[in-house]
């Protein structure tokens, strides 16, 4: 007789531990993402609309504002935006950090940035 192969009890109770590990960091890990997606959709929004090339840094800060309200993010606000202008050009560029609580004290830092002449 053959002797039987597989996974056996602990082995499955380990598969199962570290899959839930992984879904846990990974649910705290996207919003952080999505939300930095977010930011980078309104700042490619406001320079691709030709609206940034005609207006001044206030009226830029306070579009973002606006695409901010209805995207609903809060880790950039127009305030933090770094706006330079040459000629017709214009640059919007944002960077900030995000700390996520994953469990006691162990957090997770991410440094996001960006830029509309990455886009």
Do not use: H, W
Not at 23 to 49: C, F, H, R, T, W
Not at 97 to 118: E, T
């Amino acid at each position: 007789m053959r002797k039987q192969g597989g996974l056996g009890m602990l082995g499955v109770l380990f598969l199962c531990i570290v899959i839930v590990i992984g879904a846990i960091g990974g649910m705290k890990v996207v919003p952080a993402y999505l939300e930095y997606y977010n930011i980078k959709k309104a700042v490619k929004g406001i320079v691709q609309s030709g609206q940034a090339a005609k207006s001044t840094p206030g009226e830029i800060r306070e579009l973002f504002e606006r695409r901010r309200a209805i995207d609903d993010f809060d880790s950039v606000t127009g305030r933090d935006l770094q706006i330079t202008k040459q000629g017709n050009d214009v640059e919007i560029s944002y960077s900030y950090q995000r700390k996520i609580p994953l469990f006691a004290n162990v957090n997770l830092l991410i440094d996001f940035s960006g830029s509309s002449s990455q886009l």
